[in-house]
């Protein structure tokens, strides 16, 4: 069973940024997608961001955005170590929810505890 730990949320002002991290506790498959969700209380979980494994590279291939946070979020891999990040930038009070680490391989469909990012004044 792979478990998937979460870190680098907390409270931040408009505008500013944050960067989230997600590692693995053991080794992944090699194909594979990881990726980021969130839910705002009373909303559904939604989309923020993906990235496959990207074969050879080491730090993964394609990316997929919500359209909500393209060009302010960027995610990115390390497959080395089983790590996959999100850098949040420009962010606001509508980014404020829990957002969870999510990983897709062959074998199963995995979730983190998830993490709490707030913005606000």
């Known amino acids: 069973q792979v478990q998937l730990v979460e870190s680098g949320g907390g409270l931040v002002q408009p505008g500013g940024s944050l960067r989230l991290s997600c590692a693995a506790s053991?080794?992944?498959?090699?194909?594979?997608?990881m990726g980021w969700y969130r839910q705002a209380p009373g909303k559904e979980r939604d989309l923020v961001a993906t990235?496959?494994?990207?074969?050879?590279?080491?730090?993964?291939?394609?990316?997929n955005y919500a359209d909500s946070v393209k060009g302010r979020f960027t995610i990115s891999r390390d497959n080395a170590k089983s790590t996959v990040y999100l850098q949040m930038n420009s962010l606001k009070p509508e980014d404020t929810a829990v957002y969870y680490c999510?990983?897709?391989?062959?074998?199963?469909?995995?979730w983190g505890q998830g993490i709490q990012v707030t913005v606000s004044s």
């Open positions: 053991r080794s992944i498959f090699s194909t594979n997608v």
């Open positions: 999510n990983l897709v391989n062959r074998v199963g469909n995995y």
């Open positions: 990235i496959t494994s990207g074969g050879t590279s080491p730090s993964g291939g394609s990316s």
